[in-house]
């Protein structure tokens, strides 16, 4: 029997688009986070870091709820763009999003804090603007840090299940990612299908951990050195 | 980079969890009295409910205690070794399948037949037939239960291609791992409109402004089975009598009344 490629493809899809995103946009909130003097900054880290914690069904209900037509912010954008998030790439793209971006925060933010201040100081007093000083010294000083945030946040939504159950739908090449599909051909009771998934999944993640774990011996090793 | 370890070791441990089991039910019994444990499909919950109350009412030695899931999670359950007597399923493939695999004393037996209807959370016009309303142009997505795994999944698929629209929506189509899932798809408004059972059209919980009854020709009939699960050691005589006598008791005039009530038929052999 064949089995549908589709779901595989799909999660990779996924990973790999959260996996990019976070990476950008998680820049700009470590920064802010490992240098702002901001009082009540751990605030917001707490809301970051709270998919970390809660159960996936908790951050699929809310967002079911938040897409939904009858909501203000679901209704609205129905009404401007048309479209409706729920049941879309789109919208399991957001939920994968939120839930995985707590990984890749952590590790930036170790990376960030571990680098030695004197770097930053001694350009700050060569008159370099933030930016520069962000580009130039703080992200090429913590590669290691990216790359583990990058291969935890891809890994993690591998394994995604609960939020894009909640808010997917289900749909063959839209929404059904690998993790449903298992749980589709568990509950059909056909195992050979499930079996074949499961095993891709293991497959994945495993060389993606590898890759890691092989990694990160030596690029603590170098920043180690360094340091 | 310890952070590194502990938070790798977190993910491990999250991944665990997605292993771990559910937990047994705790089985003392300090009164003494014979209890039966009953795994019920979350489907059928409200009316299992009025069901317990009356034989307990006539039984009062007996007691009764449930577990209530999705069908495919019980069965998985119960071949694990789930220590369940009664098994109330929300079709017959898995009592069958049960069956199969002699894991019960009987065949299955249908004890209600559910019945399909279209519901959606906004007002509309009753007077539209299915496919006018599933063909319009403001339906976008049209909720059913996964025709795999789920009888009124199945249902819903097979209405479809009696109206002979089945192409034609296929593409608003989305799909609940359960029944329970459409109705969540329902209340939220995500879906404009869903298959779903008659018995959610009659809970107290429902809170859907429209639905129709959906022609019984149009679909095969929902029979809900339920089967004795065989004991792992030989039971008490007085209890094996009491699940006897609660088995029947699913053919009497009370518990008739109590599947019309909440929207089931009751089967005539």
Not at chain 1, 36 to 41: D, E, I, K, V
Not at chain 2, 28 to 31: C, D, E, L, S, T
Not at chain 2, 82 to 85: K, R
């Given at each position: 029997m064949l089995v549908d490629p589709d779901p595989l493809l799909l999660t990779l899809k996924l990973a790999l688009l959260t996996t990019v995103v976070l990476s950008v946009i998680t820049v700009p909130i470590a920064y802010w986070l490992t240098f702002?003097?901001?009082?009540?900054?751990f605030v917001f880290e707490t809301i970051l870091n709270l998919p970390l914690v809660l159960p996936p069904t908790v951050l699929g209900f809310y967002l079911l709820l938040l897409f939904s037509p009858n909501h203000w912010f679901g209704g609205w954008i129905e009404e401007v763009f048309h479209f409706r998030i729920a049941f879309s790439f789109f919208g399991i793209l957001i939920g994968s999003l939120l839930f995985s971006l707590p990984f890749m925060l952590q590790a930036f933010q170790v990376g960030f804090s571990s680098i030695t201040k004197s770097y930053i100081e001694t350009a700050m007093v060569l008159g370099k603007s933030k930016l520069t000083i962000l580009f130039r010294v703080i992200l090429p000083n913590c590669k290691a840090a990216i790359l583990a945030g990058m291969v935890l946040t891809f890994a993690h939504t591998i394994g995604e299940f609960g939020v894009v159950l909640l808010i997917g739908g289900s749909i063959p090449g839209k929404t059904k990612v690998a993790s449903i599909a298992i749980f589709e051909e568990v509950e059909a009771m056909n195992y050979f299908s499930a079996h074949v998934y499961a095993a891709m999944l293991v497959v994945i993640s495993m060389t993606v951990l590898l890759l890691l774990f092989r990694y990160k011996r030596n690029l603590t090793m170098i920043l180690a050195g360094k340091n | 980079m310890k952070n590194f370890k502990t938070l790798i070791l977190l993910s491990l441990i999250f991944v665990n969890g997605v292993f771990s089991e559910t937990a047994e039910p705790d089985f003392?019994?300090?009164?003494g009295e014979t209890e039966i444990f009953v795994a019920v499909a979350a489907n059928f919950k409200s009316p299992f409910e009025d069901i317990r109350v009356i034989f307990l009412k006539q039984n009062p030695k007996i007691k009764i205690t449930m577990v209530f899931g999705a069908s495919g999670q019980l069965t998985s359950q119960i071949r694990n070794g789930?220590?369940?007597?009664l098994f109330l399923s929300a079709d017959m493939d898995f009592p069958l399948a049960l069956f199969n695999e002699g894991f019960t004393q009987n065949k299955p037996k249908v004890y209600a037949i559910g019945k399909l209807i279209l519901m959606s959370h906004k007002e509309k016009n009753k007077s539209s037939s299915v496919s006018e309303h599933l063909l319009s142009e403001n339906t976008k997505f049209i909720a059913i239960a996964n025709p795999r795994t789920a009888p009124y999944g199945r249902a819903a698929e097979e209405t479809l291609k009696y109206y002979g629209i089945y192409e034609k929506v296929k593409d608003k189509l989305v799909f609940g791992e359960s029944i329970t899932q459409v109705n969540q798809f329902l209340s939220t408004g995500s879906a404009d409109f869903g298959f779903t059972s008659l018995s959610t059209a009659k809970s107290k919980e429902n809170h859907n402004l429209f639905w129709q009854n959906i022609d019984s020709k149009s679909y095969s009939p929902i029979h809900q089975g339920v089967v004795i699960i065989k004991p792992k050691e030989t039971p008490a005589t007085e209890k094996n009598l009491a699940l006897h006598q609660f088995f029947d008791f699913f053919s009497s005039k009370d518990v008739k009344s109590i599947l019309t009530k909440y929207g089931y038929d009751s089967y005539e052999e």
């Open positions: 702002s003097s901001f009082r009540y900054r | 003392n019994n300090p009164k789930a220590p369940v007597n």
